[in-house]
């Protein structure tokens, strides 16, 4: 069974410009989450889309945005990148129908980005 | 306001001793707690879990336990191995549909084993 997979793994952009990260979720998995690690903010929610519906989101910025496809992938996009936005992001899948984050969350290897 | 924290930045042990990492709470909605371990340039990998209805949960050599009253939780790795070394991040996860599909994490600890 494939795991999740996320491209790119690596980006570098340019203050300014907006970015579009997408991630595959395991086989039959319909919730997709999303987080931020940085170092000095930790793992930080983003949010969580579950049959195309954004059903969770996190304490971040109008900036970032997010959509899920009918085959359950996502895409995360970050619009007017900021230096701060430098980060490696996680999606996680899950098959979890109750919306609990538990054993069932798998992630994947991140997306690299760094804004420049 | 960090409602999950770990304040040992970084822990280092002996190969064949016990680790022992610790990880507190505030917020008392979370039901259930989760250990990972992370490499560099890699997602989390799940270890270990637990619900909030136990005092203990065992696999192999990874056992974590629960103190709801303290809201403390702590993973004890018996014996530990070089290939353990990693950082290390407890998480918590709650019930309700403000918490759909999130988990709420600490800030790491990065475990050495010295061989």
């Known amino acids: 069974k494939a795991g999740v997979t996320q491209t790119p793994r690596y980006l570098i952009k340019t203050r300014g410009q907006q970015v579009t990260l997408s991630c595959s979720p395991i086989?039959?998995?319909?919730?997709v989450s999303w987080y931020q690690q940085t170092p000095g903010q930790g793992l930080q929610f983003l949010f969580e889309y579950f049959s195309e519906t954004q059903r969770n989101k996190g304490n971040f910025p109008g900036r970032f945005s997010g959509r899920q496809f009918s085959n359950s992938r996502s895409e995360m996009n970050v619009s007017t990148l900021e230096l701060g936005d430098s980060a490696l992001y996680l999606c996680a899948s899950s098959s979890s129908l109750r919306g609990r984050a538990d054993t069932e969350a798998f992630f994947g290897q991140g997306t690299r980005l760094t804004v420049v | 306001d960090q409602q999950v924290k770990q304040n040992s930045p970084s822990l280092s042990v002996q190969e064949g001793r016990i680790s022992i990492l610790n990880c507190d709470y505030t917020n008392s909605m979370f039901d259930y707690f989760l250990w990972y371990k992370k490499y560099p340039a890699e997602g989390p990998t799940f270890l270990i879990s637990i619900s909030s209805i136990k005092d203990k949960n065992e696999d192999g050599r990874f056992t974590v336990f629960l103190n709801k009253s303290a809201k403390h939780l702590s993973l004890h790795i018996v014996p530990s191995q070089p290939g353990d070394s990693a950082v290390y991040f407890c998480?918590?996860?709650?019930?309700?549909?403000?918490?759909?599909?999130?988990?709420?994490f600490g800030q790491g600890t990065i475990l050495t084993v010295h061989p």
């Open positions: 086989s039959g998995h319909r919730s």
């Open positions: 998480a918590a996860s709650a019930a309700g549909g403000t918490s759909y599909g999130k988990l709420t």
